[in-house]
């Protein structure tokens, strides 16, 4: 008996093990749509994050890592703006890996990568609690994973902090505030809290995340025009706006009590008009449907979004032929598409009020990481308008006792594909169960298809209290026609119920999939919320034939057969191309993005440091103009450029012989060029300055005061020192004897300078003087 157990709990224990390994699989293949978005994910992050690794840090990128070398982990480095943003959050990132790793790149590639990872996950969350179960929940999900608008946001860090955490958020806070209108659970608000501040502690633009909750809310689940809409949006989930508004509040009295005002205006009317019809046509429509396809170039940051004129054309006429069909085809698709307009507008107004009227307004509407958060939304109601709304779960209300009886199966609500044709053909009527049918119950008022639980079905002609009082149930018949008629003999007895004649329609056959109506979310609103029956009678009546409403009109309205087949394939190839003009234009993307001159000069600065002489020191200057812009100073000088570089350049502002970094990052000898001296008078010598004596020494060109590098090349007799005048500008340096030179910096200006000379018999001649800025010797 004993080896008997152990015989069996080792075949027990054996497999388990052989089943553990399937678990995985097994959990996949249960849902085929999850396993397909789980790859696309998985296949968008990967192909990102390869992109990204050929290109390198860019410009703001070196900014926010100098200033996280400069400063320590305190709240004011934290919350200090950069360029006007409040971004605690990625100066935190910044933070930590500049001080624990360096200046590197495959640091910030791996984190925008899990952002995009996140961004996908929460995204396609979001897709099955908003739209119905379909394959089509794939399109908006690619249409996000995939759109080149977001290329920016996975490969440049500056970019990439800001708009994958304001993605993120815009998604969570979406889902928050879905699940608040389906089930009004309180802990839906905290989420949504939650995900607004997440956004907000990243980038101020999150801000308009709450504008998205509310509007959406109101496209999407409120009735009736726009007054009456707003109205019972603001009325009937009153909470959340409460919540948002005290938050938006409170960020904004922080922020615009800390920030300068960068509002601009524009310089025409024509400004602004160019600047949209950039935006609209060269960057957010052609983005949409895999363009630009072509780019241009701008230096080590992102290129520009430059399409083809007729890349333009196509794209207008996809997304307008894409506006329509849904349309047609689903009364909620139009509210979807104004939502896309009205965030777009949002975007629009805020991009002219900060950027036009400046020197980088005539290419503004091209820059697509200023629109990126666009996507997300366009996604979002693309899903709306092609799959629907999904029918929201049944939660009872606070006044209702809880059901004593389980309530009937619910047979799948009717597919909703965009590319799938519902058969012409009216369904035969159905064969009734042998069911006895209960006696009627009466209700005092007609039943009526409500609002119940915060979401928003096909109302009644007043607006009834989200919360209603128990109501009789939807079997029982309440008709005029069907009081007045008695209620069958054999109602109680077994035996078939008749076939035709007045009664409720039965519950519906396991299995069985019903026709759509013929307004598709008239029918998703219609049947959103059983309504609880609060007899103790069967809730099985006598049975009827059904018939089946009229399908729902395809994606092109009614098409007849011989059609339909084209139709499909037509749409079948436009996906295709838009996914080929994605590639290629993420193609194109990627090896702009390659071309990185501030890797290459960081690489040779490493290599030259690598090999210099331990006493080299160098003369401050600033890196080349495409590594770092020269509005960015100072943070564009070395001496800061370097502070997170490991083994730095040593510099100094005064020496006998200095070295500088020319524009590839090599160790050059350095000079000073600018303005010299006019030659002196003295033959052989130039300008004799003997001990205690001042001499004059004309510039061949004047010098503005500022902060300047002078070289003076000199013979002395002896050992002493010396005292340079420009202008207001003073400067004293020691002198040997001998043929030597010395470098200093001063501030001042003027068309001459003085020289005075200290010390014990000491002749001193010099015709070499130069004031302007280091540069390497020529050789």
């Not at 057969?561 to 003009?581: F, Q």
């Amino acid at each position: 008996m004993a080896s008997t157990g152990a015989d069996a709990a080792t075949a027990s224990t054996g497999a388990d093990a052989a089943t553990s390994p399937g678990r995985v699989s097994g959990w996949l293949s249960r849902d085929r749509i999850r396993a397909a978005a789980l790859a696309m994910i998985a296949l968008s992050v990967l192909w990102r994050a390869q992109m990204a690794s050929r290109g390198f840090l860019a410009a703001d990128d070196y900014v926010m890592i100098t200033q996280a070398a400069e400063s320590d982990l305190t709240v004011e480095h934290l919350l200090a703006l950069y360029n006007n943003h409040l971004m605690p959050g990625g100066r935190l990132l910044t933070w930590l890996v500049t001080e624990y790793v360096g200046m590197t790149y495959w640091p910030y590639v791996l984190l925008m990568a899990i952002g995009q990872a996140i961004l996908g996950i929460t995204f396609f969350r979001l897709l099955r609690r908003l739209l119905q179960p379909s394959w089509l929940l794939l399109l908006p999900l690619g249409a996000l994973m995939f759109s080149p608008l977001t290329l920016e946001a996975t490969s440049w860090w500056a970019v990439g902090v800001n708009m994958l955490p304001m993605q993120i958020a815009m998604v969570l806070a979406v889902g928050a505030q879905v699940g608040y209108v389906q089930t009004r659970r309180k802990r839906h608000l905290v989420t949504l809290a939650l995900s607004v501040l997440l956004g907000l502690f990243f980038f101020e633009k999150a801000i308009l995340v709450v504008a998205l909750v509310f509007l959406l809310t109101a496209a999407l689940y409120a009735e009736g025009g726009p007054i009456r809409t707003i109205w019972t949006t603001i009325r009937r989930w009153w909470p959340s706006w409460l919540l948002l508004t005290v938050l938006s509040l409170g960020f904004l009295a922080a922020y615009l009590g800390n920030s300068e005002s960068s509002l601009r205006r524009p310089t025409s009317a024509g400004e602004v008009f160019s600047f949209l019809t950039q935006m609209l046509g060269s960057t957010v429509v052609p983005g949409l449907v895999g363009g630009p396809w072509r780019w241009l170039g701008a230096g080590d940051g992102a290129p520009v979004a430059a399409p083809p004129e007729l890349g333009t054309w196509v794209a207008w006429t996809i997304v307008v032929a894409l506006v329509v069909a849904t349309v047609r085809r689903r009364r909620r698709a139009g509210r979807a598409w104004l939502l896309v307009g009205a965030y777009l507008l949002m975007v629009a107004g805020m991009l002219a009020a900060t950027r036009l009227g400046s020197t980088f307004s005539g290419v503004a509407g091209g820059v697509p990481r200023y629109v990126s958060d666009v996507v997300v939304v366009a996604a979002i109601c693309l899903g709306v308008a092609v799959v629907g709304l999904a029918r929201p779960p049944r939660v009872p209300a606070e006044t209702e006792p809880p059901a004593e009886t389980e309530p009937p199966a619910e047979t799948e609500p009717p597919a909703d594909d965009a590319l799938s044709a519902a058969p012409d053909a009216v369904q035969e009527p159905i064969a009734a169960p042998t069911i006895p049918a209960p006696p009627p119950v009466r209700s005092a008022q007609p039943a009526l298809v409500v609002s119940r639980q915060g979401v928003i079905h096909a109302e009644a002609p007043d607006d009834l209290d989200p919360n209603p009082a128990p109501r009789t149930a939807p079997d029982a018949d309440t008709s005029p026609a069907l009081d007045a008629a008695p209620a069958p003999d054999d109602a109680a007895s077994p035996g078939p119920a008749p076939a035709t004649g007045p009664g409720p329609a039965p519950d519906p056959v396991p299995g069985q999939r019903p026709a759509a109506p013929a307004d598709r979310d008239a029918a998703e609103s219609a049947t959103d919320t059983p309504v609880r029956n609060d007899t103790m009678a069967p809730t099985i009546s006598a049975p009827t034939h059904v018939t089946a409403e009229p399908p729902a009109p395809g994606l092109l309205g009614p098409l007849p057969e011989r059609y339909r087949e084209a139709v499909n394939v037509m749409l079948a190839l436009l996906l295709v191309a838009v996914c080929l003009g994605t590639v290629w234009t993420t193609s194109r993307y990627s090896d702009e993005w390659a071309a990185k001159s501030g890797r290459s000069y960081v690489d040779t600065v490493r290599i030259e440091m690598a090999s210099a002489p331990p006493d080299t020191v160098f003369f401050d200057g600033p890196v080349p103009n495409s590594v770092v812009p020269n509005l960015s100073w100072p943070y564009n000088m070395q001496s800061r450029f370097f502070r997170a570089f490991g083994t730095r350049p040593t510099y100094v502002d005064e020496a006998d012989n200095v070295a500088v970094l020319d524009d590839l990052g090599r160790i050059q000898v350095a000079t000073v060029v600018g303005s010299t001296i006019q030659p002196g008078p003295q033959e052989g010598c130039g300008y004799l300055v003997a001990s205690g004596q001042t001499v004059r020494m004309p510039l061949n060109e004047p010098r503005n005061d500022w902060h300047w590098v002078v070289r003076i090349g000199y013979l002395s007799s002896a050992d002493g020192t010396a005292t340079l005048r420009l202008g207001t500008g003073i400067a004293e340096f020691p002198v040997r004897k001998g043929l030597n030179q010395r470098f200093f910096r001063i501030v001042g200006g003027g068309d001459a300078v003085e020289l005075t000379v200290a010390g014990t018999d000491v002749s001193f001649c010099t015709n070499e003087i130069a004031i302007g800025n280091p540069a390497p010797r020529p050789e």
